[in-house]
């Protein structure tokens, strides 16, 4: 039984580690692209799911090959990137023979469900941490629902500063800038990084 509950801690981890992505400003975009198409969300938080967990298990079996080289750090970030690529490409080279269908919906959203910065990021907290399979699916999981998380809170904000009654000044972009600010503030507290230093 602790062990489910160590795989439910990594899988909200990985929730909040996503909701760091807010907090950074790193793929800000790509979670507002997702929350403007609310039909995508779903496909796109499956997409980083997958791809997640495939590269982090791909780089599990390299990283004692990786590490086996000189100034393996150097190298480790192009290693995973490589991977994460080669992912994106098998993929479309699979959709487009076997289901065309499918390709033709996820054509969009695919290269940067692929590529996003979680996906690529995840193994590098999963070689850290030396996490075994459980781990790393419960996190990967994580990671996709955290991103669902983030898009869907973004999407409601856009949805709800569209009001016609704000000062001019602020309608479109400061607005979304200012509540993804105070989101990012409530996500970065809940996440346990709020703290003053002593």
């Given amino acids: ?21 807010l907090m950074e400003g790193i793929g800000t ?5 997702a929350a403007r ?24 079996q390299l990283d004692p090959w990786i590490a086996s080289w000189p100034r393996p750090e150097l190298y480790r ?5 490589v991977c994460a690529a080669g992912l994106y490409l098998a993929a479309v080279l699979l959709l ?5 269908e499918w390709f033709q ?9 692929s590529l996003n910065c979680i996906v690529i990021a995840l193994p590098y907290l999963a070689g850290a941490r030396d996490l075994d399979l459980g781990h790393v699916v ?9 991103f669902a998380l983030a898009a ?35 996500l970065m507290g809940l996440g346990g990084k709020g703290g003053l230093p002593a």
């Fill in 96 to 100: 487009k023979a076997f289901r065309r």
């Fill in 37 to 60: 198409k609310p039909k995508q969300l779903l496909p796109y938080a499956g997409l980083i799911c997958l791809f997640s967990l495939c590269t982090a298990l791909i780089t599990r």
């Fill in 138 to 146: 419960a996190l990967s999981l994580g990671a996709g629902v955290g």
């Fill in 152 to 186: 869907w809170l973004a999407a409601e904000g856009i949805r709800r500063i569209d009001n016609k009654r704000m000062a001019k000044a602020f309608l479109g972009l400061p607005a979304l800038f200012l509540y993804l600010g105070i989101l990012s503030l409530a």
């Fill in 105 to 113: 919906k996820l054509e969009d959203i695919l290269p940067s469900a």
């Fill in 1 to 21: 039984m602790s062990v489910f509950w160590e795989l439910m801690g990594y899988a909200l981890l990985a929730v909040f580690a996503e909701n760091l992505v």
């Fill in 77 to 81: 970030p192009l290693a995973y990137a």
């Fill in 29 to 33: 975009s790509r979670v507002l692209r």
